[in-house]
């Protein structure tokens, strides 16, 4: 199995303009494991000098910050040429996710749920803006890019604030090559948009269009192209969320406008003020952070079992290691969650294994490790022993052999059956969820795939619908799989190209292809 570092990579969760995360699983000492979410600069991107100093100061900038309303930084480092963080796993979805969820069920999310997360965006944004480095001099950190996919929300109902990659300090550890506009265009502030120095008023703003998109479902300054939207945010000419939906009340109503004022000394001064104004309003609606969990769990119920089932089938895995290893199990005792005992290697097709099948080394017991019978069920039955190799290296020896006791058994171990039947209802719902997310449940056309074609061939960011759907590399190809059917917008931005951009029409099951071809700058 593909490793990052000393992470072993689990599962693909997804990926940006900038780079990719996976699911990954860190080891530790006496035989226990954690969850991780592993970030890995893009491949195409590793050269580019501008994107690596931002990568580092992204991991530079977010180890200074302890919050609960941060996604916490545990380790940077280098694998493969390339750069990677180890950062926090987080259960859960964006607020991106929950707009495309509420658009897919036509609803908007309840006003006191929008004020509650916002809330919590407030109170992880002041810790950053108020940072200070050893000295006490204030770092001057301001986020820059305050928009849905940067917005976490677990299913407990915990907020986390992600991706300070684009940061700004006043005491930045490297130098950004280059003045152009970063960030996400409708998410920007009047100064950002104009190319000015910014302060924590900046993220004040961007704080505000959360809320307004929450409470309306709608980007107040989204337009047919990145220089209407651009123009609409220089303006910043909003209309109240009442006027959209009579649910917001006038109390909300002046909170979100007036973090959206044009001139920052209108706004808010601080997110601080603007995350108490947005807790009085939760105190008189006696709105709660359990309340949002269970928000949360109903509106994604699906992802959440998928979420649970992926646990059980790792949990499942760490208590067979367990059974081959038991002296260690009982020294430790059941381990605790987030964390996991190692289990050994199994071959590959082993109906133990579950979604994840190891590769690579395989981790056995220690050097020195007395065999001990597994599942004999009496005089004469034939068990299993964990066999220590040659030499004391701790690996197996090929793997579990058996051996003929007379020993009682100290455990009963699971009938096979049992693994079989939970491992047939896991992949039968993950085929669910995924036929489903393809757009071929009942009555519904499949999804079409489009390939987009650069040319002159080069690395370049896609966009689908004025979303980022991901990046082509130098080879200046690039598939999007899974679309609706019907006309999709497919927009190519480079540094070294004009915009280029074409409507292209999708159908059901079929791959369509698209050359975009414009002269280089």
Known sequence: MEAIGRYEVLHRLGSG???????????????????????????????????????????????????????????????????????????????????????????????????????????????????????????????????????????????????????????????????????????????????????????????GILLFELLTGKNPFLGEHDLATLERVRRARVAAPSSYRAEVDEE????????????????????????????????????????AARWVRETFAEELAQHRQVLLEVRERSELAAEARPEAARELGPPPSPYLLVEPARPRGDPRTGPFPRQGTPVGPPAGFVPTPLTPTGPGAVGKVAVPAAGGTGRLAGGLLPVTTSETPHRKRTPLWVHLLGFGLFALGVAAVLYLALGRGPGKAPGGTIVVEIDPPQAAQIFIDDELHGAADTSGRYSAAGLLPGKHRVRVQSSRLGPLEQIVEVAGGRTTRVSLRGPER
């Open 17 to 207: 303009g900038m780079a990719e995360v996976f699911l990954g699983r860190a080891r530790g000492e006496g035989g226990f494991e954690k969850l991780v979410a592993v970030k890995r600069i893009l491949p195409h991107l590793a050269q580019n000098h501008e994107f690596v100093s931002m990568f580092i100061d992204e991991a530079r900038i977010s180890a200074t910050l302890s919050h609960s309303n941060i996604g916490q930084i545990f380790e940077f480092g280098r694998a493969d040429e390339g750069y990677f963080l180890a950062m926090e796993f987080v259960p859960g979805v964006d607020l991106r996710g929950i707009h495309r969820r509420l658009k897919k069920q036509k609803s908007l999310a309840p006003p006191a749920l929008a004020a509650y997360l916002i809330q919590q965006v407030c109170a992880g944004l002041e810790h950053a803006h108020g940072k200070c480095d050893p000295a006490g001099r204030p770092l001057g950190i301001v986020h820059r890019d305050v928009s849905p996919s940067n917005v976490l929300v677990s299913f407990e109902g915990e907020v986390k604030l992600i991706d300070f990659g684009i940061a700004k300090a006043a005491r930045r550890m490297t130098e950004t090559i280059g003045a152009g506009l970063k960030g996400k265009y409708a998410y920007m502030s009047p100064e950002q948009a104009h190319g000015r120095e910014l302060d924590a008023r900046s993220d004040v703003f961007g704080a």
């Open 252 to 291: 909300l109503d002046a909170i979100c406008l007036r973090a959206l004022r044009r001139e920052p000394t209108e706004r808010f001064t601080s997110a601080g003020e603007m995350g108490e104004a947005l807790e009085r309003h939760a105190r008189r609606t006696g709105f709660t952070a359990r309340q």
